[in-house]
């Protein structure tokens, strides 16, 4: 691999773990290994709790990996002061809320210019601040330096929170949820604006969000996380159109682009890091193994008790980097057939209760003539 081939950022089996109530540990990321090349937009997509806020703040160092290692251009990542301080001016975050990212005792001048006087940045710093808020869309700049964050809007103080991490020109930026506290009538503007930000700089995204819609419509590539690991990842065209794992499917059916799925609902309690299942750590909850398509298949005793890692898709084309965490892949077909007769059995059962109804109020209807039928006689 040449250097311009290598990935900006190249993770490799981090582990961050957490102690949890009566001694138990919370397993929040769980070996995970992620690449993300210059100039890309990757999407890690889960659900609240999978750890894609925690793998998040181990990039930016603000959590240390228990095992595992965070690579940054080829080099391992330190966590004393002065590294991680050189670290951050080229690695900066977005937060999902942007009232909480900014000192609501701080203008918009000086949150912005707080990151060029923390990396001691040499310049005209008022130059370097109306740059940064214009190439964020607030223009002109110079009306909002001496405005306090209740005085503008959310959208706007979401630019000023980009604003604050592309003044330091950085090469990556890791978005948390950059959308989702904002009114959809701003969400798109935002959206925009990062992808403008990665065609104008040059400047990679990684955008942490439970919202595969989101990543159908930024993204370059998209890795699924559940339960501390990625159980599927690819380019955003193959993952959205031809999803392996079910928990991707279960995801994206729910999307309104993908409108040709049947909404599915998962069964099962919410993912738990302090009690990770034996086996596939998605099958207390895989609609697979609940339809006994995987019994059919053989491979039952797999998902519940052989762990999987990451392998190549089936049929994917040459040179794709689709990979997916499940024993059904390679039985192609059998995942969509094992949802199918799913949502067939829960279509099938109202009516199925609809017609045990009616046969017992037959039945009582019966019961009631016979009875009827009994005290005339004693009548008569």
């Not at 005290?375 to 008569?380: I, L, V």
Request: with cysteine; net charge negative; hydrophobic share 45%.
């Amino acid at each position: 691999m040449t250097a311009a081939d290598a990935p900006l950022l190249d993770l490799r089996d981090i582990e961050v773990r957490f102690p949890a109530r009566h001694g138990t540990v919370a397993r929040a990321v769980d070996g995970v290994s992620l690449s993300v090349r210059a100039g890309e937009v990757l999407a890690l997509v889960g659900e609240s709790g999978c750890g894609k806020t925690t793998l998040a703040r181990t990039i930016l160092g603000l959590e240390r990996p228990r095992a595992g290692e965070v690579r940054f251009r080829g080099e391992r990542v330190r966590y004393d002061a002065r590294a991680l301080r050189r670290y951050r001016r080229e690695v900066q975050m977005v937060f999902q809320d942007p009232t909480g990212a900014l000192n609501a005792r701080q203008t918009v001048y000086e949150a912005v210019a707080e990151g060029l006087r923390i990396q001691k940045v040499e310049g005209d710093e008022e130059q370097l601040v109306a740059a940064a808020l214009a190439r964020s869309g607030l223009r002109p700049p110079e009306r909002f330096f001496g405005l306090y964050p209740y005085e503008i809007s959310g959208g706007q103080r979401q630019r000023v929170v980009i604003a604050g991490a592309m003044v330091l020109e950085p090469e990556l930026l890791v978005a948390d949820e950059p959308v989702s506290s904002l009114d959809a009538s701003v969400r798109g503007e935002i959206l925009q604006l990062m992808l403008g930000l990665v065609r104008e700089t040059g400047v990679a995204i990684l955008v942490v969000t439970h919202d595969l819609g989101l990543a159908w419509n930024i993204a370059d590539r998209v890795a699924v996380m559940y339960l501390g690991r990625i159980v599927e990842q690819g380019t955003t065209e193959e993952l959205l159109s031809s999803p392996r794992h079910p928990y991707t499917r279960a995801l994206l059916s729910v999307v309104p682009e993908a409108n040709h799925r049947d909404p599915q609902i998962l069964a099962g309690e919410a993912p738990d890091p302090t009690r990770i299942p034996s086996g596939c750590r998605f099958h207390p909850r895989c609609p697979v193994v609940a339809s006994g398509e995987a019994e059919r298949m053989g491979i039952e005793a797999r998902c519940r008790g052989e762990d999987l890692a990451l392998e190549s898709v089936p049929g994917a084309a040459a040179g794709s980097a689709h990979v997916a965490a499940c024993h059904a892949v390679h039985a192609p077909g059998r995942v969509e057939a094992a949802e199918a007769r799913a949502r067939a059995e829960a279509a099938a059962l109202p009516d199925a209760q609809a017609r045990a109804a009616e046969a017992e109020a037959r039945a009582t209807e019966a019961e009631a003539e016979a009875r009827a039928a009994e005290a005339r006689a004693t009548e008569a």
